[in-house]
């Protein structure tokens, strides 16, 4: 099965070439415009990553993240901006994202990118599987 993704960026034509790529790289992507869109969107179906625009109409790229996190989604985010600087990169971090990438986008940059986020996700989901297994398994009885 393939992975879903999530573009959510206000530029039409990023989205249809993102979107393309993507499916030719056999990932599963949807796409939308706003950041309420893709909170919608991340309310019906899992995603393992989302592709994330900081300046969106409406509720920016940076709350939509925040609300995400409250929200309990443990997507993978990577955030992607036209008008990117270090004071917005270490904001999205601290918000959870995986990484920050600068357009114009470079199409190998951005699937390395998300098949990273997606097998560090992998990861955790599997580190904390396994720290539950070990808690329920060496239970102290006293």
Known sequence: MSE??????????????LSAVLRDE??????????????????????????LDVWLPGISGLETLQKMREANCDAA?????????????????KLG?????????????????IRNALRQRQLEITNQSLAAELKEEYAMIG
């Not at 985010?77 to 971090?93: C, P, Q």
């Open 97 to 113: 994202a995986f990484d920050f990438i600068e357009k114009p986008l470079s199409i190998e940059k951005t699937v390395l990118t």
């Open 26 to 51: 056999g990932f599963a992507p949807d796409t939308v415009a706003t950041g309420e869109e893709c909170l919608k969107a991340i309310g019906k179906r899992a995603y393992g990553c989302v592709l």
């Open 77 to 93: 985010v990577v955030i992607i901006s036209g008008h990117g600087n270090v004071e917005t990169a270490v904001r999205a971090t």
């Open 4 to 17: 879903s993704i999530l573009i959510v960026d206000d530029e039409r034509g990023i989205r249809e070439s």
